[in-house]
């Protein structure tokens, strides 16, 4: 499934040939794709569009087919993940920082590399990972983006604002849905905000363990001492702002927002900080895959076929589900061997 343009749906598009993986690539046969907001921002142009036509996707589970030359330590039929980050350069100053997030040189998933939505793809071998093996593929799928950049925000949401006990999630979606269970392992409150009115997914937030949950355009019962915003709406953040304590934290998840209004200084004052997180690291997939092992995450995900992935998309943008949507590839009869 093949975007053509921005602003144009995607798709169905037929190759005679399987991608060859190059040195140090591995062909993956896709079992299935997650659907991610990012993909939506790349199809609404809000994301660059690569002046190519490209194949979304980057929460993808699949296996082994193919091993390209000097890949070591994957296997024939061995079940992987691949994720946004999809090459780094290695020797710019953000590598060799340890933010190669941050790479000026990096490629991606599903952006300027053929992604997931897709029977078959190509990935670089250093940048997929293993998965928890007790998750099926679909489960495993929205932990590939939704479930790391979650953990991402979290842990930077930790690092900025101390001694956090009560954390504000904005946006209660694919990400939220996870990394809330996340928090409420590790013994923190989680306060769900959602659109106004969303019941389903305020009452999704409760049954994970949510201590709070209500609309946006409420207040906690008690000022949070961190938040993370997922939902791409800019008002959300002084709302954030309003609602957490001194020295609080509100860290944007997403790759893109609408614009932040203006407000009053006083929401910032008090050593309030505002930050956002970009991208992932391989040490950020590690880590999430091991809380993901031990974590006994409930994954609500609602299954599309491939060649719906324009009615996943347009589901998504409408808010027509709650947790993430995951797209199953079931291979043509007719596909070239
Ligand atoms: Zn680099
Ligand atoms: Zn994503």
Do not use: K
Request: charged share 20%; net charge positive; aromatic share 6%.
């Amino acid at each position: 499934m093949e975007l053509p343009a921005a602003g144009r749906p995607l798709q169905r598009v037929w190759r005679d040939r399987l991608p060859r993986p190059r040195a140090g690539q591995v062909r993956i046969a896709v079992s299935c794709c997650g659907v991610c907001r990012t993909d939506l921002h790349l199809v609404d142009g809000e994301l660059a569009h690569p002046g190519h036509p490209v194949v979304p996707g980057h929460e993808i589970v699949g296996r082994v087919s193919a091993l390209g030359r000097g890949v070591e330590g994957l296997a024939l039929g061995e079940r992987v993940g691949v994720p946004w980050l999809g090459w780094t350069c290695g020797r710019c100053s953000a590598c060799r920082a340890g933010r190669e997030n941050l790479c000026a040189r990096a490629r991606f998933t599903g952006w300027q590399i053929a992604g997931g939505y897709a029977e078959h793809c190509v990935a670089d071998a250093r940048y997929v990972f293993r998965l928890p093996a007790r998750c099926s593929d679909e489960e495993a799928a929205p932990l590939l983006c939704a479930g790391l950049i979650g953990w991402r925000a979290y842990a930077g949401a930790l690092a900025l604002a101390g001694d956090v006990q009560r954390i504000g999630l904005y946006g209660f979606g694919a990400a939220a849905h996870l990394i809330a269970q996340v928090v409420v392992f590790q013994g923190r409150e989680v306060h769900a905000f959602t659109r106004p009115g969303d019941a389903a997914a305020q009452a999704l937030a409760r049954a994970l363990g949510a201590r709070w949950a209500g609309g946006s355009d409420q207040a906690p019962p008690a000022p949070l001492d961190a938040a993370i915003v997922f939902a791409p709406v800019g008002a959300l953040v002084p709302a954030a702002l309003a609602a957490v304590r001194p020295a609080g934290a509100v860290v944007c998840a997403g790759i893109h927002m609408s614009d932040i209004p203006a407000f009053p200084y006083a929401l910032l004052w008090q050593e309030r900080r505002i930050a956002s997180v970009a991208n992932l690291t391989r040490a950020d997939g590690e880590a999430f895959m091991r809380v993901a092992a031990e974590v006994p995450l409930v994954v609500h995900h609602v299954p599309y076929a491939l060649t719906d992935a324009n009615c996943a998309l347009a589901d998504l943008r409408a808010g027509r589900f709650s947790g993430a949507a995951v797209l199953e590839v079931r291979p043509s009869n007719s596909a070239p061997t």
